[in-house]
């Protein structure tokens, strides 16, 4: 959003948020979903909204407050976009209506020349992601009677079309700013020269700070279990191919995953997805109408069959089983590392040694058991912006000081065990060139993708179709969305 700020560190914590978090991986949505009327093309025709101007009891028509290249920004939007802040619990106390429609301008100019520059987002790749966001809102409000009641809207056809053209155009203004930064780097010359162009009494002050390191022993499945969850997958195979049981009713009785088992365990899958590599490996492998055989994965069983291939995706169902461990295997682990814990504590082994030899937690353990701040990339952790439950973990342990064992849950709800260690402490600090040579070439790289961003955002207003109307024409926008 272009405010008009001299406060470096909101500028880049708004470009974070603007610009760095939406070009990752499409996930589930933790927002209120605005439902923003924008990806409209021009030729249809509006006009001023009345109290009778309505339709089904919901409002069909409206002001238009902008137009960028072929997209409309209606009035409403921009009251969206207001009551979606709020939603998400943002401060609007500052926020103006000017500032709201040059972000929707913003976002419109991104989503206008991606499809200029043959940027391609296919409904196939947003539908698995729609359906989610619905599934979400059922859970969250009941039923999708009342979910479709409180958007207005008459029908889950409907609604779910509006949501994906919605996210077809987020996706897009994503890709477009992805695209302008992806080849933005930075020197450490030029990284040195950042920092160095910082008044000494403006440089950042870094709060404390923790590097942390963890042990996990993971309960053993016993055989016997796994065997059991791949009997009940090969019935079920064998029911769907040889007495044409439906395999969408089978995912929604018995499926464990949460995100697909409603929608009868469909899913649209990509290569790029994020997706478990065995997983898309036993789902490319298939033709469709096939079924595949049990196989495992990082979550626990599966079947899948394949429905049809839709261009270079597939569109399949799968039904996930995760077997359970028991309370003997359970003991097990716990006396395990309470056995590893004591060697480290007796001085008899070091906790990185310790951290590679038995911990089942390949990332850290090939790290020595040292977490990754995954905003950073560094080893670092900031106090006050760790995850709450790391934090109540750490804060009260000293550097060296190993934790008592923890008991903790993965993506599938297994429990497992685990010791964690404060290898290092950071007192607040005010930034030091050296210690924080990470931090420090975040922020020259931000600010370097900024400078890229207004560099790119100049040239494609003043070549681009922009049209402004009613009060917004006397905004004092900090892009020349009026061509003046």
Not at 3 to 15: A, D, E, H, P, R
Not at 108 to 122: F, N, R, W
Not at 252 to 272: H, L, N, T
Request: hydrophobic share 35%.
């Amino acid at each position: 959003m272009q405010l008009k700020t001299n406060n470096l560190k909101f500028i880049i914590k708004g470009f974070t948020v603007a610009v760095i978090a939406a070009v990752g991986q499409i996930g589930i949505a933790q927002e209120v979903i605005v439902t923003d009327s924008t990806a409209i093309q021009p030729e249809e025709q509006y006009v001023e909204a009345t109290p009778t101007s309505q339709n089904s009891s919901r409002q069909k028509v409206d002001g238009i407050a902008g137009v960028v290249g072929g997209y409309v920004i209606l009035d409403s939007d921009v009251q969206m976009l207001f009551q979606d802040l709020k939603s998400q619990g943002v401060s609007t106390a500052d926020v103006t209506d000017c500032q709201l429609v040059s972000n929707l301008l913003e976002n419109k100019l991104y989503a206008h020349h991606a499809i200029q520059d043959s940027i391609v987002v296919s409904d196939a790749e947003l539908s698995n992601y729609v359906d989610q966001q619905i599934n979400q809102m059922v859970q969250q409000i009941g039923s999708i009677e009342k979910v479709l009641a409180f958007y207005k809207r008459d029908s889950e056809t409907e609604f779910k079309s509006e949501l994906l053209e919605i996210n077809k155009q987020r996706e897009l203004s994503s890709r477009m700013q992805q695209k302008i930064i992806e080849n933005v780097e930075v020197t450490p010359d030029e990284v040195r020269a950042y920092f160095e162009s910082i008044p000494k009494d403006a440089r950042p002050i870094f709060g404390d700070e923790v590097e942390v390191a963890q042990i996990v022993i993971k309960p053993e499945i016993p055989q016997s279990e796994k065997q059991k969850i791949i009997a009940r997958l090969l019935e079920m195979r064998e029911d769907v191919l040889d007495n044409g049981a439906s395999f969408n009713t089978k995912a929604i009785m018995y499926s464990q995953d949460p995100g697909s088992s409603r929608d009868g365990g469909k899913m649209i899958v990509s290569r790029k997805d994020p997706l478990d590599k065995t997983f898309k490996d036993v789902a490319f492998s298939l033709q469709e109408g096939e079924v595949s055989e049990p196989f495992e994965s990082q979550f626990g069983f599966h079947i899948i069959k394949l429905d049809k291939v839709i261009g270079q995706n597939l569109e399949i169902r799968h039904i996930l089983l995760i077997p359970d461990v028991t309370q003997s295997t359970m003991d097990k682990a716990r006396k395990q590392l309470d056995s590893i814990r004591n060697q480290i504590v007796s001085k008899e082994i070091t906790f990185a040694q310790a951290a590679k030899k038995y911990s089942d937690e390949e990332q850290t353990a090939a790290n020595n058991g040292r977490l990754i701040n995954p905003t950073t990339g560094d080893t670092r952790f900031e106090l006050t912006k760790i995850d709450p439950t790391i934090y109540d973990q750490v804060v009260n342990l000293k550097e060296g000081e190993v934790s008592l064992i923890l008991s903790d849950q993965d993506r599938t709800g297994r429990v497992f065990y685990k010791i964690i260690m404060v290898n290092k402490r950071f007192p607040e600090h005010e930034a030091d060139f050296a210690q924080d040579y990470m931090k420090i070439q975040e922020l020259a790289l931000q600010k370097k993708q900024l400078d890229a961003i207004a560099k790119w955002q100049k040239e494609k207003i003043a070549d681009t179709y922009i049209k402004i109307n009613g009060k917004y024409r006397n905004c004092e926008f900090t892009n020349n969305w009026l061509k003046q």
